[in-house]
């Protein structure tokens, strides 16, 4: 057997036990905590009367200007694309 059908027999395998063990999890409920009403993760944003006080308090003032956070940001993803594009090529 070749590497590449072995890689996408690993790969292939892989996903199914990962998809198996998600609807596990989802069909028995797990890490669900019993005591609240809704979905996991839910209570963090919704139900909860002091986000809006805790996401106050969780900013910090900068003195970078958010257009250079943002530069940064699409520069990465730029670098990152052109980085691919490089390494597409190389492997044909």
Request: net charge positive; aromatic share 20%; charged share 20%.
């Amino acid at each position: 057997m070749n590497r590449r059908k072995l890689y996408k027999t690993m790969t292939v395998t892989l996903a199914v036990i990962v998809l198996c063990l998600a609807a596990y999890i989802m069909v028995h409920r797990l890490g669900l905590n019993p005591a609240y009403d809704f979905g996991a993760g839910a209570y963090y944003y919704a139900d909860d009367p002091a986000i809006q006080d805790m996401a106050e308090r969780a900013t910090y003032p900068s003195a970078v200007p958010k257009w250079i956070y943002y530069a940064l940001f699409f520069s990465w993803g730029a670098l990152m694309w052109f980085l691919w594009l490089w390494i597409d090529r190389r492997r044909r």
